[in-house]
């Protein structure tokens, strides 16, 4: 049996490398912000994806528990 990719994975590693070649792409060719804006901005970005896989894996895990508590109420 095929093991499920779940949410919180493939929706925060999809928009990890987006944002990375948006970096890798953008960073050398914007001279009208300082370097500094420009790492933190992309590092805030990177912290806010990482704050949402927590939140995704949280749900992930309490819509679980909720599953496996209906199927063990009903028997």
Do not use: Q
């Not at 990890?16 to 050398?28: K, N, Q, R, S």
């Amino acid at each position: 049996m095929r093991k499920k990719v779940k949410k919180s994975t493939w929706l925060t590693l999809a928009l990890f490398i987006y944002m990375t070649a948006m970096a890798v792409y953008f960073l050398p060719r914007n001279t009208e912000i300082s370097r500094t804006e420009k790492y933190v901005t992309f590092g805030a970005s990177y912290v806010i994806v990482l704050a949402l896989w927590f939140v995704l894996r949280k749900k992930e895990k309490i819509r679980e528990r909720r599953k496996e508590d209906i199927i063990t109420n009903k028997k």
